[in-house]
């Protein structure tokens, strides 16, 4: 099987299910990617728009069209010359509806008896299973119904022998006990992050992780999968194992893995392609990014070191207390509380998602020495730890490891980023909020080892976790050009609509910005979303109705209220050309680059979403196909809101990956030369030249490219955007004048 050259990502779900996505499998063939990137594809919780919470690994989701639509889709996919990489969920399985989950109800009726007991990552050691469903009635509506016990509509099963008697009876001879939903630090039982509906697998087991494994293996051995990409592996004891076994198992796919790498970072030494592409999001969009304006638009902001320190400080303590009581039970050498609060402190303090032993013991070490720092009087406990979760066959070793990728993830990308406002851009999984732009020779430096080490790992710009859509983060950049102007406006926004929290103002205006024209309902969804998540003014837990209420106001007025409606409008109109010059160019450079380009679901034409579930709404493909044959007649669009242009660039990109892979098998950046050589990156892929404009708005301020060139390598080249030939020494204002990006060939 052949690594893939392009990837499209389609979110299959109920109302978009296995024959809705064969029946684009010919658009998807036109548009030039040779592989379908599938969300999962296993039966999940009924009604999962996502489809993460599986619910049974033997069998196609029936909500899909099961097997038969699964096969259906494969025939489409084959007669399009297409092939499919699918998203597999190793970590956990959905039990917010026991009943739907076979292998969870054997265990809640068995108990350590189950067939299934060592599935699910349980500490029996603490007791019976907490299940934290139960509301705030004093008194709760427990009931027997056809031989199960019933809470609302919660079904849970009874043990054999154990059904006599009134329903608060029968609760409490169980092998699992319901409790408040605020109790959850009581639960016995892994979960993924702090969702209690995703509980976690051993898949370290191998009689486990063959059993979940069998339908997907099955498929790949049937020649029905080329790619598989992986969730989530810092949530396995050992990841390294795992990816080992998988890549012996499927020795022919091309494997990535959703690790997220921070600032430095390198993957570790597993038998995988690479990742999902998080860091070559992050190189792309910095290379947008004034830094000076960048600086002066996050000054308003805590330092993001603070704010990281703090989320992943309440995380630990609050979000994934029941997860670090595990911990604490693992430690009987000191005395309870002292163990809760070295064990915090360093997880607090770390600085990347978690350790791979014996590889990352530094890492482990400084966030120790930081956590000593912190907290000096807790320097004897930290030392007599430290040994301990050093030692990879240590049982604390392991499930640390475990757990701090949690508390990152829910500390920094869940909390932190909501609290960092200043500058929406860098507010993404594994990004840099407080270091975002990446100048030229920093960027081709990053191409240059990508080319040398991972040249078949996946590059992105949008994903089913980005908070916000590549297109709201290349309008967005535009405010690190003119800082003045937007703080400015900023200001006398805020004034005119106060709200009691600053940072979801600045958070508000942003969004509203970054996205508009923006219906009322998504705004609200997606500002109501953000702040609970920032955990400050309201939460998800203590939600603060007064708070909700202004922001929902403030959201009102805007739609509402002329003056604000206009003012928002006029300035969005202001940015808007800029930002489709960003867009433009970090989309060629992204499926350029060196790797893998995956194109999330219907970006290929401007997208202005926001976070989940906002950028899982319905894509119009139907405009799509039709702009599409239009620039297959020869159509040469504007640069205008259809986003004509953007498909241009993509479809003629993709096709350029596709038809022409020796065009794409090295990198070599291209020096620009003139007066205006800052606003350009350009570089040479092998027969493949790009160029593209950077800070679009200086370069208008300064008069435009005036004598900046670059030379092409020997030879006449046809930039396909445009049709026109070049060749020797090119004159940026001639090869620029039509789009702000080219592409050329020998």
Sequence with gaps: MATPRATYRVQVRPDFDFDATAGIADYLAALGVTHLYSAPQLTATPGSAHGYDVVDHSRANPELGGEDGRLRLLDSLRRNGLGLVLDIVPNHMGVARPEVNAAWWDLLRLGRDAEHADWFDVDWSAGKIVLPVLGAEPDPALSIVDDELRYHEHRFPIAPGTGGGDAAAVHARQHYRLVSWRDDELLTYRRFFAVTELAALRVEDPAVRDATHAEILRWYRAGELDGIRVDHPDGLRDPGGYLHWLARSAPDAWLIVEKILTAGERLPHWPVAGTTGYDALGEVTGLFVDPRGAAALTAVDEPFDDLAYAGRRQAVTELL?????????????????????????????????????????????????????????????????????????????????????????????????????????????????????????????????????????????????????????????????????????????????????????????????????????????????????????????????????????????????????????????????????????????????????????????????????????????????????????????????????????????????????????????????????????????????????????????????????????????????????FAGTVKLAELLDTYPVALLTR
Aim: with cysteine; net charge negative; charged share 25%.
């Design 321 to 725: 207390r029941a997860e670090l009581a595990r911990l604490v039970r693992l430690t009987p050498e000191l005395d309870a509380p002292t163990a809760r609060d070295a064990l915090a402190e360093i997880a607090a303090n770390f600085g990347v998602y978690r350790s791979y032993l014996p590889a990352g013991v530094e890492q482990l070490t400084a966030a120790a020495t930081a956590a000593g720092l912190r907290r000096p009087e807790l320097s004897g406990a930290l030392a007599a730890l430290l040994p301990r979760l050093s030692d990879p066959t240590d049982e604390l070793a392991a499930r640390f490891q475990q757990l701090t990728g949690a508390v990152v993830a829910k500390g920094v990308e869940d909390t932190a980023d909501y609290r960092y406002t200043g500058f929406l851009v860098g507010d993404e999984v594994g990004g840099t909020p407080d270091e975002v732009p990446r100048t030229v020779a920093e960027f081709h430096t990053g191409c240059r080892s990508r080319q040398a080490d991972q040249p078949a790992s996946m590059t992105t710009l949008s994903t089913h976790d980005t908070k916000r859509s590549e297109d709201v983060r290349a309008r967005l950049a535009v405010l690190a050009e003119i800082p003045d102007e937007w703080l400015d406006l900023s200001r006398r926004l805020m004034e005119a609509v106060p709200l009691a929290d600053d940072a979801v103002a600045r958070l508000l205006w942003q969004t509203a910005v970054g996205a508009w024209p923006i219906e009322r309902e998504r705004l609200q969804a997606a500002l109501l979303k953000s702040a609970r998540e920032a955990n400050t003014a309201t939460s998800w837990r203590d939600p603060d109705a007064d708070f909700e209420a202004a922001l929902a106001a403030v959201i009102d007025r805007i739609h509402d209220d002329p003056w604000l409606h206009d003012t928002l409008a006029r300035f969005a109109d202001r940015i808007t050309p800029y930002g489709w010059s960003n867009s433009l160019g970090q989309k060629l450079v992204q499926l350029t680059m060196p790797g893998v380009p995956d194109v999330y679901q219907g970006c290929e034409l401007w997208d202005n979403s926001l976070v989940d579930p906002d950028n899982r709404r319905p894509v119009d493909f139907a405009v799509r196909r039709q702009l599409l044959a239009r620039l297959d007649d020869g159509w040469r669009p504007p640069v205008d809101a259809t986003g004509a242009a953007k498909l241009l660039v993509t479809s003629r990109a993709l096709r350029l990956r596709r038809d022409r892979p020796d065009a794409f098998s090295r990198y070599e950046p291209v020096a620009v030369r003139g007066s205006a050589a800052e606003h350009a990156v350009a570089y040479e892929r092998g027969g493949v030249t790009v160029a593209v404009t950077r800070l679009p708005v200086g370069l208008a301020d300064r008069g435009g490219w005036q004598d900046t060139v670059f030379d092409l390598p020997s030879g006449d080249h046809t930039d396909v955007l445009t049709g026109r030939t």
